[in-house]
């Protein structure tokens, strides 16, 4: 596994395991499978309802905690200062740990608190920065944020979130965002990195996987490592979930890369955060 900095001196493996639409009851053999197969970072959300499941099988693995980096997320219906705090320890009582390497805010701008988005994201990151400052927590961040809601919780912030999750795949870069992150010495976190499944059949990217003698997930997973994601594969499949991790032993060269730079979103586009309706 390689790892990368936060801009806080935290480490990441730069492959986690998504635990996205992994179901409640498919969760804890797919996460046992997943650190079986070795993972060491696993990511979650409050939403998935999985957290249960995810943190038996991390205390059932063996595995030392701090050999797993655990990120979770703040959902959606939750927002203010005694709230995110309240929010966490929940999490963390579902997961079965002391302290979450990472925890962030799921999107920006929730149904629910529509009408005063920023101050309740104000509130909620109040809450996030103490608890990364007494060490509950080892990095903040945010997901789904565009330029405009970033900007708007810096204005108050102490701490610059350490990651941005974000949709990320061959086809879909959200380019300037991602330079907007990198400026600001955020680390871009790319879920959906397969396209929930749907770039696999891609043409190019079928090509690419001959050239390479590689699959189409390891290609389509290779490109946003060499774009500086980190990436966060879903699969219940045991074998798939080898093949996701098996990404070190190749190489796309510059001209695949330049190639895979052109390919025009054909998956969907992504969705505003300022208009979902959750
Ligand atoms: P499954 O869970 O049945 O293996 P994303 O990570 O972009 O959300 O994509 C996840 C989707 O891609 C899931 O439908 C998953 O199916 C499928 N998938 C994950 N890894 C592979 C793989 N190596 N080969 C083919 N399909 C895959």
Redesign the pocket.
């Known amino acids: 596994m390689e790892y990368t900095s936060l801009n806080n001196g935290v480490r990441i493996p730069v492959v986690g395991y ?1 635990t ?2 992994v179901s409640p009851q498919e969760a804890y053999t797919s996460v046992r499978s997943a650190l079986d197969a070795g993972y060491r970072h696993i990511d979650t959300a409050a939403a998935y309802e999985n957290e249960a499941e995810v943190g038996q099988a991390i205390a059932d693995s063996g595995i030392r905690r701090e050999e797993v980096f655990l990120t979770t997320k703040l959902w959606n219906a939750v927002r203010g200062y005694e709230e995110t705090l309240q929010a966490a320890k929940e999490s963390m009582e579902k997961l079965r740990v002391e302290y979450l390497d990472l925890y962030l805010i799921h999107w920006p701008n929730p149904a629910p608190h529509r009408h005063r988005w920023k101050e309740a994201n104000a509130e909620s990151w109040k809450a996030m920065e103490e608890l990364h400052e007494s060490g509950a927590i080892r990095a903040i961040g945010i997901s789904n944020f565009e330029v405009r809601h970033i900007e708007t919780l810096l204005e108050s912030a102490k701490v610059v979130p350490h990651v941005n999750q974000i949709r990320l ?1 061959a086809g879909e870069q959200q380019r300037q965002l991602v330079a907007y992150c990198r400026n600001k010495g955020m680390v871009t976190e790319a ?7 749907g770039i ?1 059949s891609n043409e190019l990217i079928e090509r690419i996987a001959e050239e390479t003698k590689r ?1 189409p ?1 390891q290609v389509a997973l290779r490109y946003n490592l060499q774009k500086g994601h980190v990436v ?6 045991r074998a ?1 979930m080898e ?2 991790l098996r990404l070190f032993d190749f190489e796309l060269d510059r001209e695949q890369m330049i190639r895979l730079d052109a390919l025009p979103n054909t998956i969907s586009a992504t969705r505003n955060p300022d208009e979902v309706p959750f």
Request: charge should be positive; avoid cysteine; aromatic fraction near 14%.
């Open positions: 998504g996205w639409q795949f879920y959906s990195p397969l396209g929930v499944g696999l699959t997930a966060l594969p879903k699969s219940v499949h798939r093949e996701n």
